[in-house]
C-alpha cells in the first residue's frame, strides 16, 4: 500500500494555465507538507499544515496556495504558472510526538513542466 | 545567512569500504538532524535521526554522529554495496521553527563492485 501518493506524475503544460496537484497520505498522520526541488536538487519547504491548519507558509508566490480538505489530503493548486515554476514538488506528511515532528515521508513526486 | 552544506561532488567508493559524507552548517540552531536517502526520480526516504544532545547513533550499517560544537554531522555506511548508491540529503530543524525541516544540496554516492 501506497503510504503518501501523489497526482499526477508528470504535468506538462502552458505557461499561464492553472494546474494542481493533490497529495494523499494514508498513515494517519497530522502533518503534511510540500517542497520543492529545483533543477539543482535544493528541496524547499513551500507549505506545511497540521490538522488542516496552515502553520508554516514560506516565501512562496501567491500564485500557489495550498488546501486541507482533511488530515489526509493536501492538494497544492498553481494560477498563472511560469517558466520558473519547472521542478518537482514532493508531498510529505510526518506526526507529531511531544510537540515536535519526526520523520518525515515523502511522496514519489510530481515533474512539473512549464513551456 | 544560514547554510548547510554538503560535498557537491560525486563520492565514488569501492564495494565493501566505507563511505564517510559530511553536513556542515551555519547560523542554525538544529533541534534535530536527519539524514536521508534519495534514489533518481523518487522522493527522499528517512534513514535516521540524531538529536543535539546525542553524539552518535547507529542503524544497522549505518553510523550518524552529531557535534554541535563543530556545527557538523558525518554520516557512514559501512561495508558499502552497490545498493547504496543514491544521493544522501541531510536536513536540519531549527529549535525555532518546529517542523521545518532545511535540507543540504546532497551527495551522491556510487558504490562500484
Known amino acids: 500500500d501506497t503510504a503518501v501518493s501523489q497526482t499526477p506524475k508528470y504535468l506538462v503544460t502552458q505557461m499561464g494555465n492553472d494546474k494542481s496537484i493533490k497529495c494523499e497520505q494514508n498513515l494517519g498522520h497530522d502533518t503534511m507538507y510540500w517542497y520543492k526541488q529545483d533543477s539543482k536538487k535544493f528541496l524547499k519547504i513551500m507549505f506545511s499544515y497540521n490538522n488542516k491548519e496552515l502553520i508554516i507558509n514560506e516565501t512562496v508566490p501567491n500564485r500557489f496556495s495550498p488546501k486541507s480538505p482533511d488530515k489526509a489530503h493536501l492538494n497544492l493548486h498553481i494560477n498563472s504558472l511560469e517558466l520558473g515554476d519547472s521542478a518537482v514538488y514532493f508531498c510529505a506528511s510526518s506526526q507529531e510526538t511531544g510537540g515536535r515532528k519526526n520523520e518525515q515521508f515523502f511522496g514519489p513526486g510530481t515533474r512539473l513542466t512549464v513551456l | 545567512s544560514q547554510k548547510i552544506e554538503q560535498n557537491s561532488e560525486a563520492l565514488n567508493i569501492q564495494e565493501g569500504k566505507t563511505a564517510t559524507l559530511t553536513c556542515n552548517y551555519t547560523n542554525y540552531s538544529p533541534a534535530y538532524l536527519q539524514w536521508y536517502r534519495q534514489d533518481p526520480g523518487r522522493g527522499p526516504v528517512f534513514l535516521l535521526l540524531i538529536r543535539e544532545n546525542e553524539k552518535e547513533k547507529r542503524k544497522e550499517r549505518l553510523k550518524v554522529t552529531f557535534d554541535t560544537t563543530l556545527k557538523q554531522s558525518l554520516f557512514h555506511i559501512t561495508a558499502s554495496q552497490p545498493a547504496d548508491s543514491a544521493t544522501y540529503l541531510c536536513?536540519?530543524?531549527?529549535?525555532?521553527?518546529?517542523?521545518?525541516?532545511?535540507f543540504g544540496a546532497g551527495t551522491q554516492v556510487v558504490v562500484t563492485p
Open positions: 536536513a536540519l530543524e531549527p529549535t525555532d521553527s518546529w517542523g521545518k525541516l532545511q
